[in-house]
């Protein structure tokens, strides 16, 4: 008996230390708040007068582009289809940032080489085509190993024309269980200070990527408060403050074409009617939807859509124009969005 027992017992023993050790790994990433290393490639600075451009487009990580589905979302696939279509969105995000001039770049998911993505950077890339840019990156998961995943590595990402004088990242509150009950994403906001010269203010560029699946979305109400005591008191000091990326929340009533089952929408729920402080604008084009639902792979008229990715002006501030990109969610599960802005006065 003793020689069935024993290797049954080996086995439990690496067995248990193999899920300790795996638990440890995932929830090892503890990043704190802060100052972020910043890479300087252009001393640009910007005048309290001119206007700006900025654009915002939640990446998708490069592996929900049109043809992929994910488990979380109610889908059946973890890893996109293939090797090739993860590199096809890969050019396709680089090509299109790169073509579509903007003076900031406020990007979600964001993510460097790991399996899931089959060993592609979209985060290399990016750097290389956008090589001008000064850039800071604020991880949301940061794993060195998992099964069938491997490494993994993404977050919010901020690039700009002009020279920030620093760049901070805001932890979130965090969802219980995370996605699949594993990995509990390290929400944050990243805000960009930006001296205006000949004004005594600064312009706060603030990049936004809010939970999408506590139940109820208790946890995005308090993601919220946070948000909204900090943009107000930037306000208050006189600065000018553009908050911009995926609030995960309903921003306008949509009605897009939709054969989605309501069981499929249980992480959409609508913006508090009580969040957004008096005399603030909403930017975002009411006619391009900028999310898709991941049950199945995309297809116009039936995967549902709505608006949950946009922009958030203090008075303070005059839009000048808006423009959403109906680019059919080739490369991502989200759209991008590009408007232009000025001080006032």
């Given at each position: 008996?003793?020689?069935?027992?024993?290797?049954?017992?080996?086995?439990?023993?690496i067995v248990i230390v193999f899920f300790i050790s795996l638990m440890l790994t995932v929830a090892g990433f503890q990043p704190q708040e802060g100052v972020l290393p910043v890479t300087v490639n252009s001393p640009r600075q910007l005048s309290g007068e001119e206007a700006v451009s900025l654009l915002i487009w939640n990446l998708g990580y490069a592996g929900l582009g049109e043809e992929s589905t994910f488990i979380a979302d109610g889908g059946k696939s973890i890893l996109p289809p293939s090797r090739q279509i993860v590199q096809k969105n890969v050019n396709g995000i680089a090509s299109f940032l790169h073509e579509n001039n903007s003076d900031f770049f406020?990007?979600?998911e964001a993510a460097g080489k790991s399996r899931l993505i089959y060993n592609l950077d979209l985060w290399h890339k990016l750097t290389e085509k956008l090589s001008q840019y000064n850039f800071a990156?604020?991880?949301t998961v940061k794993i060195p190993w998992f099964p069938i995943i491997g490494r993994l590595h993404t977050g919010n990402a901020v690039f700009s024309i002009f020279r920030p004088e620093k760049?901070?990242?805001h932890n979130l509150p965090l969802e219980e269980n995370g996605v699949l009950g594993i990995f509990q994403q390290?929400?944050?906001?990243?805000s960009a200070r930006f001296n205006l010269s000949g004004r005594d203010q600064q312009l706060i560029v603030i990049n936004l990527h809010l939970a999408a699946f506590d139940k109820d979305g208790i946890i995005r109400k308090k993601q919220l408060k946070k948000l909204k005591d900090f943009m107000l008191s930037e306000y208050e000091k006189g600065n000018f403050v553009v908050v911009g990326?995926?609030?995960?929340?309903s921003l306008t009533e949509t009605n897009?074409?939709?054969t989605t089952k309501e069981k499929y929408l249980f992480w959409i729920h609508d913006l508090p009617a009580d969040f957004t402080p008096q005399d603030w604008q909403w930017a975002f084009d009411e006619a391009v939807p900028t999310v898709r639902t991941l049950e199945r792979p995309y297809k116009a008229g039936e995967n549902y859509t709505c608006i949950i990715d946009g922009f958030l002006l203090s008075p303070n501030l005059e839009l000048l124009s808006i423009k959403g990109f109906d680019l059919q969610f080739k490369f991502s599960d989200h759209q991008p969005i590009k408007i232009e802005i000025k001080p006032k006065g």
């Amino acid at each position: 008996m003793i020689y069935i027992l024993f290797p049954l017992l080996s086995i439990l023993v690496i067995v248990i230390v193999f899920f300790i050790s795996l638990m440890l790994t995932v929830a090892g990433f503890q990043p704190q708040e802060g100052v972020l290393p910043v890479t300087v490639n252009s001393p640009r600075q910007l005048s309290g007068e001119e206007a700006v451009s900025l654009l915002i487009w939640n990446l998708g990580y490069a592996g929900l582009g049109e043809e992929s589905t994910f488990i979380a979302d109610g889908g059946k696939s973890i890893l996109p289809p293939s090797r090739q279509i993860v590199q096809k969105n890969v050019n396709g995000i680089a090509s299109f940032l790169h073509e579509n001039n903007s003076d900031f770049f406020l990007l979600q998911e964001a993510a460097g080489k790991s399996r899931l993505i089959y060993n592609l950077d979209l985060w290399h890339k990016l750097t290389e085509k956008l090589s001008q840019y000064n850039f800071a990156h604020s991880p949301t998961v940061k794993i060195p190993w998992f099964p069938i995943i491997g490494r993994l590595h993404t977050g919010n990402a901020v690039f700009s024309i002009f020279r920030p004088e620093k760049i901070f990242r805001h932890n979130l509150p965090l969802e219980e269980n995370g996605v699949l009950g594993i990995f509990q994403q390290k929400y944050n906001f990243m805000s960009a200070r930006f001296n205006l010269s000949g004004r005594d203010q600064q312009l706060i560029v603030i990049n936004l990527h809010l939970a999408a699946f506590d139940k109820d979305g208790i946890i995005r109400k308090k993601q919220l408060k946070k948000l909204k005591d900090f943009m107000l008191s930037e306000y208050e000091k006189g600065n000018f403050v553009v908050v911009g990326g995926d609030w995960n929340h309903s921003l306008t009533e949509t009605n897009f074409p939709s054969t989605t089952k309501e069981k499929y929408l249980f992480w959409i729920h609508d913006l508090p009617a009580d969040f957004t402080p008096q005399d603030w604008q909403w930017a975002f084009d009411e006619a391009v939807p900028t999310v898709r639902t991941l049950e199945r792979p995309y297809k116009a008229g039936e995967n549902y859509t709505c608006i949950i990715d946009g922009f958030l002006l203090s008075p303070n501030l005059e839009l000048l124009s808006i423009k959403g990109f109906d680019l059919q969610f080739k490369f991502s599960d989200h759209q991008p969005i590009k408007i232009e802005i000025k001080p006032k006065g």
